[in-house]
């Protein structure tokens, strides 16, 4: 049920309306009302599962995807370049958002991931400047001396981890024959960790920290971390099950709010318009609106709100405030292939869990005392740079070498003028042996890629047996999408098209990722797990050759659901929606503040820079204050 009844909530003004309780919203909620003087709203369209058993169990997380309880259940459109294939992209409907669905990978991106933000034009973010954030988010538990043996966490740098933020981070303490032999395989193939990653730099295979409470063997997220202690507070106040349909401004004068040709006058916004229980309400800001609704529904937000194409507005009957037809644009995601295993008879998979009696004992004794299957969180993974794919799979580069390969097309540069200089800086990473190109990771089960439209169905063996699933990732893809409004009602999702593979040079990458993937493996001792030593394939994948495996990446393609940048932090005139302040453009006081803000994708999981753009919006917006 929800924590307050929205006649009481839109009792009351506050300086701050947030739009969204989930990573970044719940972040800022809790920052900005650590001053008992300023007063901060959050508006949530789910619920509160914080004592969820599907959210906390690390074995169960994939229960919650495809159930309209926890998950938005939003669809792409079939995607042209990857055989009209329909992808299915998971996003969090519930206090804590996409920090509570997914498999709780903590990483950081690299040096020059973050520093390539502010080479796109926003001064202030750089890795020196973020890095104080990602340090403030999170609290870093070491390891046991025996956790640190088996999963050799021996790289671990301690300065690289924070010691006192909300989001607890650790190893678990529960884990599996596969990842005991994780590092060690990386080790054989010459591409062990050459540092800790997360101070920015480092390439290899190892094992990573997860977000999860040790104590209690239960997720860390948002709505944990950063809401419930700071609950009883009276300066913040939470509405969930309610739907924000658009953003209010201020009416007086010029237009109505628009923001007319010639006109240097910024559009005040003063509150948000939301629907709860059939009922629409108006909730009054103060000082800001800000929206915190990830990379679908912040940009639908604005559209919705008169803020986007006015070409798109238009057509479908909303009022054009601001003309700015770089709302929606820009959205990268991290494509992945994947390739399945038989595992050798006796080790166990979450596939197991389809016997109600496998099921059974594993509930018991997760619950009563946090082991089990339902605890092995699956913690391994690797960044490697494009040469160090090349070389540990015999492979060559398929690669083309005419430059203008590396170029957008006009097309392209008409729709993101900014997309040149991110281009430069992708290819830049491409040839830097230092740099990561790949990311692979596992789950301990089998996956039916033949069902990526359907998450209730994809995270199933596609028939008997006991399977591993590798996955490849491209970190930073060159392909291009959107998300922009169907209609003019709030309840219609937008249209996500990613545009997967739309750019060759994606499925050049993959297909070097794809044999990485093999090579894993059949090398030693990851092989010793698998039937054949790594030969004999989970239903519906076969050896790869040069002849069939780009058709392997197109039919197997999916997203690690890292979806970014529809409101990009970048100028204008180079596609930006918001400034370095994360202002949008046009607005005197509306900002956006969640992953859609990103203009590059990074390598790995990108929950830890979300939760770093929040706490840095927070220093920012109370810094604002004070002007």
Request: glycine share 8%.
């Amino acid at each position: 049920m929800s924590l307050l009844t929205p006649e009481a909530f839109v009792a009351s003004s506050y300086d701050y309306v947030i739009a969204g309780g989930g990573t970044a919203g719940l972040t800022l909620a809790a920052r900005l009302s650590e001053d008992p003087k300023v007063s901060v709203a959050v508006i949530e369209a789910g619920d509160d599962r914080t004592e969820d058993i599907l959210v906390n169990s690390w074995g169960l997380t994939t229960g919650q995807l495809g159930n309209p309880d926890y998950d938005w259940i939003f669809k792409t459109t079939p995607q042209s370049d990857d055989n009209n294939r329909v992808i299915a992209w998971p996003r969090g409907r519930q206090l804590g958002g996409s920090s509570a669905i997914n498999l709780q990978l903590w990483n950081h991106a690299s040096r020059s991931d973050i520093d390539n933000w502010g080479e796109l034009g926003n001064q202030g973010w750089t890795w020196d400047e973020l890095v104080p954030y990602f340090l403030r988010s999170e609290t870093y538990t070491p390891p046991s001396a025996q956790v640190a043996r088996d999963l050799n966490t021996s790289y671990i740098n301690p300065v690289d981890h924070g010691t006192s933020g909300p989001v607890q981070v650790s190893f678990p303490t529960v884990y599996s024959n596969y990842s005991r032999a994780w590092s060690p395989t990386f080790n054989n193939l010459g591409l062990g960790v050459d540092g800790d990653p997360f101070g920015g730099l480092a390439l290899g295979g190892y094992t990573t920290p997860i977000s999860q409470e040790p104590d209690t063997v239960t997720r860390s997220y948002a709505a944990k971390a950063y809401y419930k202690p700071n609950a009883a507070r009276p300066n913040l106040k939470v509405l969930t099950k309610a739907l924000v349909n658009n953003i209010v401004f201020d009416d007086r004068g010029n237009g109505k709010g628009k923001r007319t040709e010639g006109s240097r006058r910024d559009i005040v916004a003063t509150g948000a318009n939301f629907t709860s229980a059939g009922r629409s309400y108006v909730v009054k800001a103060k000082r800001e609106v800000i929206l915190s609704a990830g990379v679908v529904q912040s940009p639908q937000l604005l559209e919705l709100s008169g803020i986007g194409s006015k070409r798109l507005l238009e057509s479908l009957g909303i009022t054009v405030r601001i003309d700015n037809p770089n709302v929606g644009e820009n959205l990268q995601d991290h494509a992945q292939t994947s390739l399945g295993f038989d595992v050798v008879d006796g080790l166990p998979t979450l596939d197991s869990l389809a016997d109600p009696a496998v099921f059974g004992a594993a509930l018991n004794e997760w619950t009563t005392n946090r082991t089990g299957l339902l605890a092995e969180a699956a913690c391994s993974t690797s960044y490697l740079s494009y040469d160090q794919l090349i070389k540990s799979t015999r492979t060559k580069s398929t690669l083309p070498k005419d430059e203008k390969a590396y170029k957008p097309s006009r097309e392209a540069l008409a729709k993101n003028p900014g997309l040149a200089k991110q281009y430069e800086l992708i290819t830049r990473k491409l040839r830097d042996p230092h740099e990561a190109t790949a990311q692979q990771i596992f789950l301990p089960s089998g996956v039916s890629y033949q069902n990526a439209d359907n998450v209730t169905l994809l995270f199933r063996s596609p028939g008997p047996g006991a399977f591993l699933t590798f996955y490849g990732v491209a970190v930073h893809p060159y392909s291009r999408g959107s998300i922009h409004v169907q209609s003019a009602d709030p309840t219609v999702y937008p249209v996500i098209d990613p545009r997967y593979l739309s750019n060759p040079l994606d499925l050049d990458v993959l297909t070097s990722i794809a044999f990485s993937l093999q090579t894993i493996a059949s090398t030693q001792p990851f092989a010793s797990l698998l039937k054949g030593n790594g030969t004999e394939y989970e239903i519906g994948y076969e050896k790869l050759t040069p002849q069939n495996v780009r058709q392997h990446v197109k039919k197997t393609l999916n997203t690690l659901y890292h979806g970014i940048g529809t409101c990009a932090m970048e100028p204008r005139d180079k596609g930006g929606v918001v400034d370095a302040r994360l202002k949008v453009y046009g607005t005197k006081n509306l900002r956006v503040v969640d992953g859609s803000v990103a203009p590059l994708l990074t390598r790995g999981t990108i929950q830890s820079f979300v939760y770093a753009i929040a706490e840095k919006a927070a220093d920012m917006i109370k810094a604002d204050a004070k002007r």
